[in-house]
């Protein structure tokens, strides 16, 4: 799975500490409908549900992969944006 983590040093050191669930980053603003919720950041891995705008989350955590940028919104828990789905705001 080619990746890329987009964490700044701080947060990416948050993360090797184990400590990346306790840190909001930033949140997300669904601004589309019928946006699938998986268990990892893969269109391949598990169907969780999904969620429609205007719904918003906290990010824990950003990954790029497979040409989209996934947000983790809870444990297991995540969404992806192509650029028009989420709106993404930096804490």
Known sequence: ?????????????????GRANLYVIGRAK????????RNSY?????????TNAPATYDVYEIVQNEGYIWYRIDTD????????????TLK
């Open 30 to 37: 669904v601004v589309t409908t019928n946006l699938n919720i």
């Open 77 to 88: 828990k995540w969404i992806a944006n192509d650029g028009t789905w989420v709106e993404f």
């Open 1 to 17: 799975m080619s990746e890329k983590n987009l964490l700044n040093d701080d947060l990416l050191d948050a993360v090797a500490g």
């Open 42 to 50: 893969s269109k391949q891995s598990k169907y969780m549900g999904q």
